[in-house]
């Protein structure tokens, strides 16, 4: 963090040597990396051990491992994660029905779900990896003219961490989350709506972990913290199936989807050293994100069977976030100023792939499915396994 330059006067015969700290440029940091650059620096005389750890590199590489361990989780993965589990409940309140629902029939479904996310480490943050399971449950009423209506409960659960950092860097949520729902069909022409709200449970654990050539450990700092938050969910889709041409079918559809997270702050605590000081714990401020996208694609469908029919379906489609944020981290160390970090934009496109196969009766309805969406540096992908019963 260092920089040394030297004069030399012959009259008499000195030589100056002046230090002062290296830009940021210097050190080659990202735009998040150098916004925590001051309050990294003015929290080091918090803790001697962290600040010989952080003066004592030579190399980027060595520098970079120290001192990013220092910042708060700021890359998206918390907001990326919840968001991959509101769309797989969003998924199955939108499925197609090929149970029909006369008026004044009843339905309940059940669906366990498992998602996933996944981005890389770029030159402008920092990559995260993580996954989750949840478990959803529907009641609707059928009726003709207006569509069915129902309603969602659903428990969701996942952990986010930085596959790049050496200690036990970990973030959690557990969610509640309750909504309703809206499917129509007139002729081959579909349309869904749902909103829901969910209340989330945060936890995180943060740690400094230097081993030395041998494998050593050479400090270990390490905090944790929790709070909590809320989410909100818009969807509403449009498609259009053809009638079938022999056993196959095709579907062009198009959604728009809305997506609302709140968490509140938190202070980390646990990392003081043996004199009470410390240069690790961090205060994060309330941080909230939000993301607007729309999706267009065309599913490919087979119906065969007698009694008992298979429905196996290829969706191949295009999603684009036009509008949204991460969420940027406005976080300090014990006593020091603010600074604020922002993700890497969300704003953006890529292609998405989804399998479906059902398999139903007239009362009931067993459905499996996977799907996969990618853009610039990033990856979501989630499977279904969904039961729906008439009564």
Known sequence: ???ASETSNAATNSISVTLRRSTAAELGLNPAESAALNGVYSSLTNDAAIEGAVLGQYTKSAFLNVYDQLLPDYAGGVFELTLAASDAVTRATSRV??????????????????????KSRSSESAGFQGGGFGFVGGLETGGAGLGAFGLTGSFLTGDIKDPHSPGDNLSSFS?????AYWQAQLGGLRADARVAGGYLLYGNRRELLLKDANGNVTLDRASKSSSSGYTATGHFGLGYQTPQIGWVYFRPQVHG??????QGGYTEHGAANASGGDGFDL???????????????LVTGLTFGQGFKWHPELELGYRNVFSGTAGSTTANFQGGT??????????????VARVDVKADTDFYELNLEAGIEERT??????LRLSVRVLF
């Open 1 to 3: 963090m260092l920089q």
């Open 97 to 118: 029905n090929d149970i029909e629902n006369p008026s004044g029939t009843r339905g309940a479904w059940a669906e366990e779900v498992a998602f996933g996310v996944n």
């Open 175 to 179: 969610e509640g989350e309750g909504g």
């Open 257 to 262: 989807d809305y997506f609302y997270l709140d």
């Open 283 to 297: 205060t994060d401020a309330a941080r909230n994100g939000n993301e607007s996208s729309g999706t267009a694609s």
């Open 338 to 351: 603010p600074f604020t970090l922002d993700p890497e934009s969300i704003k953006g496109g890529g292609p």
């Open 377 to 382: 540096h990033f990856e979501e992908g989630d």
